[in-house]
């Protein structure tokens, strides 16, 4: 539902303090002389930074076991042991993905989120499980925060027959956009999971957003095949590779080109700043005129202990990551997980002017850059002008 609010002293981006007047749940004015009907609800800023609302580009609100009990972790770090150790464990571990995805998302809300595009599992041993469960998470955060699904073969496409048939499933009931994992070292087969993809992405007229762990020159060779696709099926702008690890390699020509055809074909590159991996170095990408966005990903689950439903935190990591220090660079991690993931999600009415979406959180700090690290609770979370998390509290309960 989409409401009125009269927010006072508040400083958009960073600026000078104001007032704002939302209408419908727009932002309908700005200024120091504002007037709204007796009956519009009023709130207090108390000077803080105004920020249109945190995105989340890229997570995994199925997988974590946030407000379970402690869950031990005595894995080896290989990614197809974790991978297989989950599927086959979700069930014995309680990881309801209704439960644990609407925790998630809470967490995410608090700490300022408007957006927030996740990958689902989608596998031979689950099938839709994850997604529906998301999807009831979806419906009961409805006006709180928009989640977009992304069908996600996590344990692989080709070394998994069935799941192209449950990935077309769930793209006809639910999920938005189209995954994919490591054609090469997951499946083995990079030209069978592309083609197959691609043939999926025609078929729904749906983007496509890839989990690219893969580093070095093998992921270098799968992004052109990758490029190679999205040229002949004419997938411009509708494509994203997530971690895109292969980008950080030490070849600093072959990563150059690599980045001019990623923005010769509008690829969006979605990063989490993983500080166990090369990455992509995001200010080359930004100043090539690539879309980046960022994510949490999974958060406190069977993969690995660490993480927050937080952005900002994020923004922390990837800004630690990027050898960030400025003022200047700490607005720019900002920019990138709010921003970022509205250039990558193409959403439309985004931003703090008038006329855009009343979707924004407040942030306590002196400037931004003091924001970004002071991490405090946010004061205020506003949802299409609805308040929906305050003092760092979710206007939802956590189940
Ligand atoms: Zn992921």
Redesign the pocket.
Known sequence: MMTDLLLKNVRPLGGQATDLLIRDGLIAGIGSELTAPDATPAEDGHGAILWPGLIDA???LDKTTWGMPWHENDREAVLRSRIDFERENRLTLDIDPHRQSLRHAIGLVAHGATHIRS?VDIDTTHGLRMMEGVQQTREKLAGIVDIQMVA?PQSGVMVMPGTVELLDEALSNGCEVLGGIDPCGIDRDPKGQLDALFVLADRHGCDVDI?LHEAGELGAFTMELIFERVRVHGMQGRFAI??AFALGMNDHARVGRLIDEIAALDIAILT?GAPSAAVPSVKQLLAAGVRVGA?C??IRDTWGPWGQPDMIDRATVIGMKNGFRSDRDLRLALEIVSQGGADVMRLDGYGAAIGCKADFTLLDGETVAHAVVNRAPRPLVVKGGKVVARGGACVVDMP
Do not use: N, V
Request: charged share 10%; no cysteine; aromatic share 8%.
């Open positions: 890229h997570t995994h990958h996600f989990h997530s971690h989490t994510g990903d999974g």
